[in-house]
Structures are given as C-alpha cells and as structure tokens.
C-alpha cells in the first residue's frame, strides 16, 4: 500500500519560514493537500490541488509538489499556525492516503 | 450555511457494531462524495473509505474493506459509516467529511467518538 512520510516535529521561531515536507513514491504525480488541526477541532485544508489557496486561508501559506516530495511552507509564522499539519495524496491507483503528521512549535 | 452535523458519542462491546450518521446541510448532497476518516487518541488522520451519494458506489480502504458499510440516503441527505466486528483499537473519532483534495470544498463534521470497552 501506499505510504506518506513525514517529520515528527517542526520548531520555528515566530516570524521565521516554516517548510513540512511529505514523502512519497512518485508523489510529484499525485495531487497533495495540507491540513491543519488544533488540539479538539476538525482537520482545515489549508492547501489544495500541490498549490492552492482555499479563499480564507493566509497568503503566509504555500505549497509545492515535484519529483517524491510535498512541502508546506509557512512564511512569517505566527502563534496561531502552532498545530499538527497532515499531508493527503490521492490518486486513481492509489486512492486516498494521509501522512503521519507534522507538529509545528512556534517557540 | 454548510454543515456536517454528526451523531453523538457512542459506547460499545467488543464484537458488537456501532453506525454512525452525518447529516448535510447547505449544498446538494448529490455533488460530492463523502469521505470517513479515523482518528484514534493522540494519533493521525487515517482515511477509511468514500460513498458517492448519486449513485451509492462505494471505494473502502483496504485496511477496513470488510468491516466497514458506507451508505448514502439522499431523502434524508444523510450519510451513514457502520464498522462492524469492534475491537478496542477502534476507539476512535470518526470524522465524515467532503475532503477538499482536488477542490477547495471541504468541509468537515464536528467528529463522533466511539469508545469500545467491555
């Protein structure tokens, strides 16, 4: 079956650049998405389709998808972006698949 | 507005099954499928299969392929996850959700917790 992989745990300084990657086989031809969840609420999907912005969602959010790898990037980091961020990748082969989870600590 | 709203809590035995509904408000619920994710405490996001309520096909995780029934009743437009054969390790929130992959629209029910213990 198909597999996502990615960091345990991110530390990023308010304000600095925060960059999640996802891995997986060929994931460069699959489409990923991002979400968001904080402690006791529904996931939120802050990116869609490798690169889009849901409307609502901050421009410090972007996304990328090339070659085995997905990555968020935070730019400007404040507080309120500490979460748990998943990756989700779905292709006909594949189906539909999340990575483990990212815990991002502003500190 | 568009809501997920989910059934509440529930507790069961070992063995027994438990169904859970997600009723859909504010969009036709034919237009989308319905997802089911699985979240066990402390841990991630696992996706556990999809019904498409237009015409009731269903894609099931292999993971849950044989445990889990996914149903859509566009009269009442409401989606229906029943996981059979409970066990402990499937003390969980169960999310249903429109998964916004390729499209933006996503939108999520509040999560249902099922708690499996004898």
């Known amino acids: 079956s198909y597999e996502l992989t990615q960091p345990p745990s991110v530390s990023v300084s308010p304000g600095q650049t925060a960059s999640i990657t996802c891995s997986g086989d060929?994931?460069?031809?699959?489409?990923a998405c991002w979400y968001q969840q904080k402690p006791g609420q529904s996931p939120v999907l802050v990116i869609y389709q490798d690169t889009k912005r849901p409307s609502g969602i901050p421009e410090r959010f972007s996304g990328s998808n090339s070659g085995n790898t997905a990555t968020l990037t935070i730019s400007g980091t404040q507080a309120m972006d500490e979460a748990d961020y998943y990756c989700?990748?779905?292709?006909?082969?594949?189906?539909?698949?999340f990575g483990p989870g990212t815990k991002v600590t502003v500190l | 507005e568009v809501l997920l709203v989910q059934s509440g809590a529930e507790v069961k035995k070992p063995g027994a099954t438990v169904k859970i509904s997600c009723k859909v408000s504010?969009?036709?619920?034919?237009?989308?499928?319905m997802h089911w994710v699985k979240q066990a405490p402390g841990k991630g996001l696992e996706w556990m299969g999809l019904?498409?309520?237009?015409?009731?096909?269903?894609i099931y995780a292999e993971k849950f392929q044989g445990r889990v029934t996914l149903t859509a009743d566009t009269s009442t437009d409401t989606a229906y996850m029943e996981l059979s054969s409970l066990r402990s390790e499937d003390t969980a929130v169960y999310y249903c959700?429109?998964?916004?992959?390729?499209?933006?629209?996503?939108?999520w029910g509040q999560g249902t917790m099922v708690t499996v213990s004898s």
């Open positions: 504010g969009y036709t619920f034919t237009d989308y499928y």
């Open positions: 060929t994931l460069g031809d699959k489409f």
């Open positions: 019904v498409d309520p237009e015409d009731g096909e269903t």
């Open positions: 989700q990748a779905w292709d006909s082969s594949t189906s539909y698949v």
């Open positions: 959700t429109t998964l916004g992959t390729t499209s933006p629209f996503d939108i």
